[in-house]
């Protein structure tokens, strides 16, 4: 079925696609770390998604962060069950491309891994990411405990000012619980890995703006 784009809006449910109640099949562990993909995960680690344009490149920058436990590319904040790639690209589902990062709040914590995220990409753009454009896009925090909640919210607010000092404008960052997360197709699980797409390429990377929480982190 051919999946026409639709302008970067939100669907409402009574026009989302039905989607389908098998989920897709993905490898059991992370192509980079070894890690279990959907677990199980160790006592205490703790689950964090973000979704900041394409997945891709949006994995690769948690999967090298100490204390990371596992990563995986999904789809979350939309109406569609089980969603395909092509059907979230097609506007008619509400999903974002998001990363769910599991982790070890021992060894780095939730604002770390904000600092990671507000860094990386353009959270002022709307439904849309440099030249990716479309509602699978925009900038997403969504949050698995009431203090992720309170803390990506100070977060953002602390970030604001220098975003806005840096004329980018305001914040469009939507950020909220977690509903339904869904697993990305396997190809597009862990896609920039050496052993899967040494080359490949996607528009993540520092954005020339610091953020003043959490600890600036580089790969072990």
Known sequence: MFLRRMKAELPTSDRALPGRLIAMPIADRHEVLGSPLKGPFPEGSQVAVFGMGCFWGAERLFWTLPGVITTSAGYAGGITPNPTY??????????????Q????????????LLKVFWENHDPTQGMRQGNDVGTQYRSTIYVTTDDQLTT??????????????AGKGEITTEIDRLGEYYFAE???????????NPNGYCNHGPNGLSCPVGVARTSS
């Open 86 to 99: 092509e059907e979230v690209c097609s506007g008619m589902t509400g999903h974002a491309e998001v990363v």
């Open 152 to 165: 990506a919210q100070a977060s953002r607010d602390a970030f604001a000012p220098i975003v806005a000092r």
């Open 101 to 112: 990062v599991v982790y070890d709040p021992a060894r780095i914590s939730y604002e770390d």
């Open 186 to 196: 396997d190809l597009h699980q862990q896609y920039l890995a050496p052993t899967k």
